[in-house]
């Protein structure tokens, strides 16, 4: 059977309200903005499992243009939602919600939604009105889905972050649940935006996750070595990938995201954003006590 594809919100409740009555389980929401991917296919795959054969499994398929500043890509992101709803049909989904901007956003809709403190670093510092758009589109897509679960993938670790924060803050009852990250077999990590790359910029790209891995590697040899020396040694990497230029790249303590200058003691993220010249990547690696190095 064809999967189900609604784009209207009164359509997309009363869907999952009759579906509820029948399959009275979990609601998995996997939020994306299409061009899907194996990174997005594992995150849906993640999303049955939780659901199990009586739930459902909702995609959301929206390029968001809150969260997109001026002079980003928002015209030149991928959209593709036929070859999008044949992979989430194969990896098990229910529903694809896919709304048009008149279906999210009233034409003079004046709310925000601000996070104050995980989303001032980082990506934040660089994307200003990136994480109010972000809050904003995951509120109404939990208000309008009110899934039990929710799935977003680790690649973007602040985001990961920033939604747990939202969810915890607002009382929200949804259980967040990372995905972990997958990746070319270069080690690129996948992304809708890695079509925007040329074919040297392609080439290069895999060195900023070595980079990132040498960083781990050092601090592994030398657990004592001050954050300021490794992170000198992984921008010295990224800085010989010839064709982008790095946005920014920060050691951050793996919880609250704030930059570490002691001896690592705790979990922590080494985060990198590069600019390419038509897409900006980003990455990152998690190590430290306790951490999973895998």
Not at 259 to 274: D, Y
Request: charged content about 25%; overall charge negative; hydrophobic content about 40%.
């Amino acid at each position: 059977m064809p999967i189900t594809v609604l784009s209207k919100v009164s359509e997309t409740r009363m869907h999952l309200s009759a579906r509820r009555q029948e399959k009275p389980r979990n609601v998995v929401l996997v939020p994306t903005m299409g061009a899907l991917h194996e990174g997005h296919a594992q995150l849906i795959r993640q999303a049955r499992e939780l659901a199990g054969d009586e739930g459902t499994v909702v995609v959301s398929i929206f390029v968001n243009p809150t969260q997109f500043g001026p002079n980003e890509d928002l015209d030149r992101y991928p959209r593709s939602l036929d070859r999008d709803s044949e992979v989430c049909q194969d990896c098990g989904a229910d529903l694809i919600f896919a709304p048009g901007s008149a279906d999210m956003y009233a034409p003079d809709h004046s709310f925000d939604a601000r996070e104050t403190g995980l989303s001032m670093g980082l990506c934040g510092a660089s994307r200003s009105g990136h994480f109010p758009g972000v809050c904003l589109v995951v509120l109404k897509l939990f208000n309008i889905v009110h899934p039990t679960h929710a799935v977003f993938g680790k690649k973007d670790y602040q985001q990961l972050a920033v939604i747990r924060r939202l969810v915890r803050d607002l009382n929200v009852p949804v259980e967040i649940v990372g995905g972990e990250t997958v990746r070319e077999e270069d080690g690129l990590a996948m992304s809708s935006r890695n079509a925007n790359l040329t074919d040297a910029e392609r080439r290069d790209a895999p060195g900023i996750q070595e980079a990132l891995q040498a960083g781990r590697a050092r601090w592994e040899k030398l657990p004592d070595i001050a954050p300021g020396l490794l992170i000198r040694l992984v921008r010295s990497r990224l800085e010989q990938i010839s064709s982008g230029e790095i946005d920014y790249l920060e050691l951050v303590d793996g919880e609250t995201l704030h930059s570490v200058h002691g001896v690592i003691e705790k979990p922590v993220v080494m985060a990198t954003a590069m600019f390419f010249s038509k897409a900006r990547l980003i990455d990152n690696i998690e190590f430290g006590p306790k951490a999973q190095t895998g």
